[in-house]
């Protein structure tokens, strides 16, 4: 590794979440910050980050507004449309007043490689975070390969084109820049989604929590389509066929949340199932501290198979096992922490929560060889080197080949 860089200036624009909400990017920005970088973020305005410009531990922030939360390709091409417009205005007035080196593009949506086009023209390099695969993004969200499909793979292809160097969340991910985008190997490098332990807090239990339960199941995440939670209640209904100690807190925020509640009310599931909707951090990790068994119900697809869910890094991160289907990404990520149902079978969801539920013993353990793997190679402090490799070789440092720094001693 070399010397720090010193004035070096990152400008990351992410369209999908708010930071510092957006964990990952926050990550990413402080750790860059740390090392001599001067960053600089645009993102969108939600709830909790509504500031058009703000600094926070000296990273500057420049939100725009969103006309709307997007339902259906139209309604996705218009967000993203807007999107790219204010990212635009707000890329041109940080490269006046701040002034940036790189741009650091985040994706959803594969558009931001449009402005770094434009700035290439200036000298400015782009580096692609790839933290979703669209093409497949999208057919698990509406089941189709279309027009629409065929534009993503397109827009997917001209921004690895376009990229000085990749950074891929997952080995999956990196075989996709490789052989889908043809990127050089030497130039995708994996920077995984690790748990920060300095912010994932465990707490002592509450017993209130439980809402009169034996035993509390936990889930944290978006509340969207391909997240499976009709899956999940669906496994809830054949539960409570025979047992009712059981309570689910279901927390986070989406598109489907109405639908899902609605769905619990169908299922007569409602007087344990309890979505919370967002909470603040304090909150969210009291009610994971006090589960007894945390699920991750997504979808088995394309999408859900190749990708890393950082919900499942932070369950092993507060020492809790898992329940989920059998996904590559979802197995690597939680080796023996987890146990694996048959994929998309709410049956077999529901047997291995009571094994699990039933079993004090086993649950202890596979909570603790969750924290160990985590400790050894998943947290985020080990992402970090090969962070900065990536920036290194995007203002052409050195051309070291991409290691999967953080992987070592891992199994799958």
């Known amino acids: 590794m070399t010397a720090s860089p010193g004035k070096r200036?990152?400008?990351?624009?992410?369209?999908?979440?708010p930071c510092p909400f957006d964990r990952r990017v926050w990550q990413e920005a402080l750790a860059l910050r740390a090392h001599g970088y001067e960053v600089s973020i645009i993102c969108p305005k939600g709830r909790g980050y509504m500031a058009a410009h703000e600094v926070l531990e000296d990273v500057h922030i420049y939100r725009h507004s969103m006309p709307l939360e997007a339902d259906g390709p139209l309604g996705y091409a218009l967000e993203y449309g807007w999107s790219l417009l204010m990212e635009f205005v707000l890329a041109v007035r940080v490269a006046v007043t701040r002034g940036f080196d790189v741009i650091h593009g985040c994706n959803p949506p594969d558009t931001i490689f449009l402005i770094a086009l434009f700035f290439r023209?200036?000298?400015?390099?782009f580096i692609f975070d790839h933290h979703d695969i669209n093409p497949e993004l999208y057919e698990a969200k509406?089941?189709?390969?279309?027009?629409?499909?065929r534009l993503l793979c397109r827009l997917e292809r001209w921004t690895f084109r376009c990229a000085d160097v990749s950074i891929a969340t997952n080995e999956s991910y990196r075989r996709v820049a490789i052989e889908r985008g043809g990127m050089p190997p030497a130039r995708v490098f994996v920077v995984r989604s690790g748990a920060d332990l300095s912010r994932v807090r465990r707490a002592a239990a509450k017993a209130e929590l439980?809402?009169?339960?034996?035993?509390?199941?936990?889930?944290?995440?978006?509340i969207g389509k391909q997240e499976g939670l009709d899956l999940l209640l669906d496994a809830i209904a054949i539960l409570r066929r025979t047992r009712n100690d059981i309570h689910f807190?279901?927390?986070?925020?989406?598109?489907?949340?109405?639908?899902l509640r609605r769905m619990s009310r169908e299922l007569a599931v409602d007087d344990c199932v309890e979505f919370t909707g967002r909470l603040p951090d304090e909150a969210l990790w009291q009610i994971m501290s006090t589960a007894d068994v945390c699920v991750n119900p997504d979808r088995a697809?394309?999408?859900?198979?190749?990708?890393?869910m950082n919900k499942i890094l932070e369950y092993m991160a507060l020492g809790k096992p898992i329940v989920q289907f059998d996904l590559t990404e979802g197995r690597f990520s939680a080796g023996a922490a987890a146990l694996y149902a048959r994929k998309n079978?709410?049956?077999?969801?529901?047997m291995k929560l009571c094994e699990l539920l039933d079993n004090e013993e086993l649950r202890h353990s596979m909570g603790a060889l969750g924290r160990q793997r985590i400790e050894a190679g998943l947290a985020w402090h080990h992402q970090v080197p090969q962070l900065l490799l990536a920036y290194e070789t995007a203002f052409g440092v050195n051309g070291a080949p991409a290691a999967s720094v953080g992987d070592a001693g891992l199994r799958h």
């Open 9 to 17: 200036r990152v400008l990351i624009i992410v369209e999908n979440l």
């Open 121 to 125: 023209m200036f000298g400015k390099r």
């Open 142 to 149: 509406f089941g189709r390969r279309d027009i629409w499909y």
């Open 210 to 222: 439980r809402r009169g339960k034996r035993y509390l199941v936990g889930y944290v995440g978006v």
């Open 249 to 259: 807190a279901i927390v986070g925020d989406g598109t489907e949340l109405a639908a």
């Open 301 to 308: 697809n394309e999408m859900n198979d190749k990708s890393t």
């Open 345 to 350: 079978d709410p049956q077999d969801f529901a």
